[in-house]
């Protein structure tokens, strides 16, 4: 081949020498690519193995457990979400179990024995998990439809319609239903008719995180989390906001980057509302006022699990952090379950429990974050988070299995 036929144009002769002995350089380069010092240049086998060990999810470690956790019972909701991502909890009230599945309706549990109580059968994908209050249960599904139960007998009272998909459970309180649908509106429904009173809706950035969690009630207030790093408070009365609050800024380069979602319910304990973002962010806010109270630097967007004197939290990297309540300082990481692909945090007893996408459930200390029990409550993930109620942990994985725990 020419060497005119590389430089085109009035290229002068050293040039074209100079171009001829680097593709004299590169062809021997290409030709030594099996060679180990290539190899070397860049990055060898052993650098490749590293790396993707390090992708990969952390082996779980042995330890003497200090937690003896006993199974109570196991149940079938139905089929469950598998790969949606809608991440279904159940729901306890009035020492019952409330649990939907995409495919299998709505059923009732009995919470000490799992005893099947009623079950309400739907052609329905039944996305969201249940909400429980005032007397009744009330599930949305994956086509908008959103259905409400008589808590007692399984009943249905009404059915009403939003305009996207509903993947969390609906809050229920003051006469009112709360409905947040993925398309970053929140409907209020009048819980006895199920007539629409009002609906309030938020800008969605490009990207966000897939899954959001309830809305939280308040007295006169109705919290919600948003997948721009915002918490918002809406008047229940008419659902005009009052204020809005950045948990986590989304800034950053790429919409990758500025991911910074509330996808979590956010944890109200009196007047002090504690919410968690994606960007690993955490904040403590005066729900009346929107006033910060402190801020963290660690955070996920999963639902957070609150105890007597901490606030536990999951990041989106799989450590576990427990959180000073009046501080926010963290007080203990727990980073074994790295890359676990954790769920949100439930507090059980003296301990904080998060379950993993190996089906496992994981007790840990809440004075120093270390393991005290593990039990596996199946095969499939775990997605929700656990909820907790007379002593019983009861969690629902993503092929619609229902277990029930308590710790010792």
Same mark, same amino acid.
């Given at each position: 081949?020419?060497?005119?036929?590389?430089?085109?144009?009035?290229?002068?002769?050293?040039?074209?020498?100079?171009?001829?002995?680097?593709?004299?350089? @590169?062809?021997?380069?290409?030709?030594?690519?099996?060679?180990?010092?290539?190899?070397?240049?860049?990055?060898?086998?052993?650098?490749?193995?590293?790396?993707?060990?390090?992708?990969?999810?952390?082996?779980?470690?042995?330890?003497?457990?200090?937690?003896?956790?006993?199974?109570?019972?196991?149940?079938?909701? #139905?089929?469950?979400?598998?790969? @949606?991502?809608?991440?279904?909890?159940?729901? $306890?009230? *009035?020492?019952?179990?409330?649990?939907?599945?995409?495919?299998?309706?709505?059923?009732?549990?009995? @919470?000490?024995?799992?005893?099947?109580?009623?079950?309400?059968?739907?052609? !329905?994908?039944?996305?969201?998990?249940?909400?429980?209050?005032?007397?009744?249960?009330?599930?949305?599904?994956?086509?908008?439809?959103?259905?409400?139960?008589?808590?007692?007998?399984?009943?249905?009272?009404?059915?009403?319609?939003?305009?996207?998909?509903?993947?969390?459970?609906?809050?229920?309180?003051?006469?009112?239903?709360?409905?947040?649908?993925?398309?970053?509106?929140?409907?209020?429904?009048?819980?006895?008719? #199920?007539?629409?009173?009002?609906?309030?809706?938020?800008?969605?950035?490009?990207?966000?995180?897939?899954?959001?969690?309830?809305?939280?009630?308040?007295?006169?207030?109705?919290?919600?989390?948003?997948?721009?790093?915002?918490?918002?408070?809406?008047?229940?009365?008419?659902?005009?906001?009052?204020?809005?609050?950045?948990?986590?800024?989304?800034?950053?380069?790429?919409?990758?980057?500025?991911?910074?979602?509330?996808?979590?319910?956010?944890?109200?304990?009196?007047?002090? @509302?504690?919410?968690?973002?994606?960007?690993?962010?955490?904040?403590?806010?005066?729900?009346?006022?929107?006033?910060?109270?402190?801020?963290?630097?660690?955070?996920?967007?999963?639902?957070?699990? !609150?105890? $007597? *004197?901490?606030?536990?939290?999951? *990041?989106?990297?799989?450590?576990?952090?427990?959180? *000073?309540?009046?501080?926010?300082?963290?007080?203990?990481?727990?980073?074994?379950?790295?890359?676990?692909?954790?769920?949100?945090?439930?507090?059980?007893?003296?301990?904080?429990?998060?379950?993993?996408?190996?089906?496992?459930?994981?007790?840990?200390?809440?004075?120093?974050?270390?393991?005290?029990?593990?039990?596996?409550? #199946?095969?499939?993930?775990?997605?929700?988070?656990?909820?907790?109620?007379?002593?019983?942990?009861?969690?629902?994985?993503?092929?619609?299995?229902?277990?029930?725990?308590?710790?010792?």
């Amino acid at each position: 081949m020419k060497l005119d036929s590389i430089a085109p144009g009035a290229a002068q002769p050293g040039r074209r020498i100079r171009a001829g002995r680097t593709l004299v350089v @590169l062809a021997c380069v290409f030709a030594l690519a099996g060679c180990s010092t290539v190899r070397g240049w860049f990055g060898g086998d052993g650098e490749k193995a590293a790396a993707k060990k390090a992708s990969e999810p952390a082996e779980l470690v042995e330890f003497a457990p200090s937690a003896t956790v006993s199974r109570l019972w196991s149940a079938k909701a #139905g089929k469950g979400e598998n790969r @949606l991502g809608v991440r279904q909890s159940p729901a $306890i009230a *009035d020492g019952r179990v409330y649990a939907a599945a995409v495919d299998g309706g709505v059923r009732a549990f009995d @919470l000490q024995s799992g005893a099947t109580v009623w079950q309400y059968a739907s052609d !329905l994908r039944l996305s969201g998990g249940p909400g429980v209050g005032d007397g009744l249960v009330v599930v949305g599904s994956l086509q908008g439809e959103v259905v409400a139960l008589d808590a007692a007998t399984g009943a249905e009272r009404w059915q009403a319609k939003v305009p996207n998909e509903v993947i969390s459970a609906p809050a229920i309180g003051q006469g009112l239903v709360f409905v947040r649908s993925n398309d970053g509106r929140v409907t209020a429904f009048d819980a006895t008719s #199920g007539e629409r009173r009002w609906f309030w809706t938020k800008e969605l950035p490009t990207l966000t995180v897939r899954g959001n969690d309830s809305p939280v009630l308040g007295p006169g207030f109705v919290f919600v989390g948003n997948d721009d790093g915002t918490l918002a408070a809406l008047a229940i009365a008419d659902g005009r906001q009052l204020w809005d609050v950045p948990v986590a800024q989304p800034d950053g380069r790429t919409e990758l980057d500025r991911m910074a979602d509330v996808d979590g319910t956010p944890v109200l304990d009196g007047t002090v @509302l504690y919410a968690s973002s994606y960007k690993q962010a955490t904040l403590a806010i005066d729900a009346p006022s929107g006033r910060p109270i402190w801020g963290s630097d660690r955070g996920g967007s999963s639902r957070p699990g !609150l105890a $007597i *004197d901490k606030l536990v939290v999951s *990041d989106r990297n799989g450590s576990v952090w427990g959180l *000073d309540r009046s501080s926010g300082s963290a007080s203990w990481e727990q980073p074994a379950l790295a890359r676990r692909g954790l769920g949100g945090v439930a507090i059980h007893g003296d301990y904080a429990v998060v379950g993993d996408f190996e089906g496992y459930l994981h007790w840990l200390r809440l004075d120093n974050g270390e393991f005290a029990a593990r039990e596996r409550a #199946g095969r499939d993930a775990i997605k929700g988070a656990p909820v907790v109620a007379d002593g019983v942990l009861v969690v629902q994985n993503v092929d619609g299995d229902l277990t029930a725990w308590r710790v010792q």
